[in-house]
């Protein structure tokens, strides 16, 4: 079993930033993979941004250029920088991680992006 502890969320105003932060229980170096998806009510969770064992990223179209994604083996995180901000970002947003073929899912942030 895998907890992941998320942090970082708020209410921004559009144009601002935030840095989403996932710390798993277990060393990064057994993950295969992790990502962060978002939900915004009455909708589908979607994929955000993914980062791979070996670094490599993907991102929804709707986010390539403001957000980015990484991983610090050191602090055993994965970071989603997020700037300019827009009110089409505001959505519960879940930190994910494979491992060993089985997904493991965070308790989710809200961010929150109004004037």
């Known amino acids: 079993q895998v907890q992941l502890r998320e942090s970082g969320g708020g209410l921004v105003q559009p144009g601002d930033s935030l840095r989403l932060s996932c710390a798993p229980s277990v060393s990064m170096f057994t993950i295969d993979d992790m990502g962060w998806y978002r939900r915004d009510p009455g909708k589908q969770r979607e994929l955000v941004a993914t980062i791979t064992s070996a670094g490599d990223t993907n991102y929804a179209d709707s986010v390539k250029g403001r957000f980015t994604i990484s991983r610090d083996t050191a602090k055993n995180t994965v970071a989603l920088q997020m700037n300019s901000l827009k009110p089409e970002d505001t959505a519960v947003y879940y930190c994910?991680?494979?491992?060993?073929?089985?997904?493991?899912w965070g308790q989710g942030t809200q961010v929150t992006v109004s004037s």
């Open positions: 994910k991680v494979r491992r060993y073929g089985y997904n493991y």
